[in-house]
């Protein structure tokens, strides 16, 4: 995993602080830059989340959370 070129984790509803504290106490440098929360993630039929649409959601600024 190329965790280094991470540049966002997204959450289902949590306390993004403390989440983002807790990621930076345990893994450093490797911890995410940003924490995003978001009511639900865009699925397919399989239950698979969907990627494509959950980054072009976070582009146009659409959280839901």
């Known amino acids: 995993a190329k965790l280094l070129n991470r540049r966002a984790t997204i959450v289902m509803p949590a ?5 983002a504290r ?7 440098v490797r ?3 940003k924490v995003v929360i ?3 993630l865009p699925r397919n039929a ?7 649409e959950l980054v072009a959601a976070l582009a146009q ?5």
């Open 15 to 19: 306390d993004a602080p403390a989440l």
């Open 22 to 28: 807790y990621a930076r106490e345990r893994l450093g």
């Open 31 to 33: 911890a995410p830059r």
């Open 38 to 40: 978001v009511a639900t």
């Open 46 to 52: 399989n239950g698979k989340v969907v990627k494509r």
């Open 61 to 65: 600024g659409r959280t839901g959370g």
